[in-house]
């Protein structure tokens, strides 16, 4: 297992929605979001998250949106790539543009749909890994990709490749994670996937965020890392509550759809627009979402 520098891979690493117009990725705006995310204190961005919705986007897309967000960031955060997918060949060929990209990391999904058994998902990251020298880390999210890994699948990728990092946990199972940091030590760094756990899973020693929240409020999201970070426990447990409501209205649709219109209505997108079959939120929905936004005292 690899052995990262302490600052490495740590802190909120939002990832960031793909704004789209008529139809096609609007880049000038995405190179907008990066841009706020770091002038807002956020340590880094996952570009082709799930909240970036990569599914609907083709490789060569995805492609080219990592190489906007590199050239928007000009080094100034770290930049982990989501490459994974549900065919093995569109894996090697997006973590292929990653690695001559040079980024922090990748992160790859359980290919989902397929619903793999735990020896393929075994052969699948260790011909991932032995590809790349970049640190890897597995997309653990049952929840989309119908799959999930165990503690042992984990130990058998780390005894065969050298730059596994760990692991972006989406998946409401605080045990799991504690089972992982047990095993595998402090150095297997663990993200927060779901946002509702961002603090409780902080407190018990995740390295950082990949909280969609922080396309909203990246500076609170980052906030909260830090004070977990330093041990201001306090500090952190009353930025869980302040953003609570924010992290339970991710779900309120299919993410990202209460993201997109929360971001357009804070004028960070000029619509929210989505691709079939994905669809914008409904009119009883952005009702609900303004009030949330009032309440986070992010709308007037």
Same mark, same amino acid.
């Given at each position: ?7 490495? +891979?740590?802190?909120? %690493? ?30 880094? %961005? ?115 490749? *050298? ?17 992982? +940091? ?60 302040? +953003? ?8 309120? *649709?299919?993410?990202? %759809? ?43």
């Amino acid at each position: 297992m690899l052995t990262l520098a302490n600052d490495n +891979l740590r802190g909120s %690493i939002t990832p960031l929605i793909t704004p789209l117009r008529d139809g096609e990725v609007d880049h000038e705006t995405y190179a907008a979001l990066v841009e706020r995310h770091i002038s807002e204190g956020g340590h880094g %961005i996952l570009v082709n998250g799930t909240t970036a919705e990569p599914s609907t986007l083709t490789v060569a897309e995805r492609n080219l949106l990592l190489d906007t967000a590199i050239k928007a960031a000009r080094g100034r955060c770290q930049i982990v790539a989501a490459t994974g997918s549900q065919s093995l060949a569109e894996t090697h060929e997006l973590c292929d543009h990653a690695t001559r990209a040079r980024v922090t990391a990748l992160l790859v999904v359980t290919p989902y749909y397929v619903k793999p058994p735990q020896r393929g998902l075994v052969e699948y990251f260790v011909e991932i890994g032995r590809r790349t020298p970049l640190p890897l880390l597995i997309y653990h999210i049952p929840g989309r990709a119908a799959v999930s890994v165990t503690a042992d699948t984990i130990a058998r990728i780390r005894d065969r490749i *050298d730059n596994l990092a760990g692991m972006k946990h989406a998946v409401n199972d605080l045990s799991f994670a504690t089972e992982c +940091l047990a095993r595998f030590g402090a150095d297997f760094r663990i993200f927060v996937g779901l946002e509702d756990l961002s603090f409780p899973m902080l407190a018990v020693g995740a390295c950082g965020l990949m909280n969609a929240v922080g396309n909203l409020a990246p500076r609170k999201v980052a906030q909260l890392y830090e004070a977990a970070a330093r041990g201001d426990m306090a500090v952190a447990r009353r930025l869980h509550f302040e +953003l609570f409501e924010l992290n339970q209205a991710v779900f309120y *649709d299919t993410n990202p %759809i209460p993201i997109k219109y929360m971001a357009r209505r804070l004028g960070l997108l000029q619509s929210n627009e989505h691709r079939l079959p994905m669809a914008p939120a409904t009119p009883e929905l952005e009702q609900r979402l303004d009030e949330v936004l009032r309440r986070a005292g992010l709308l007037s």
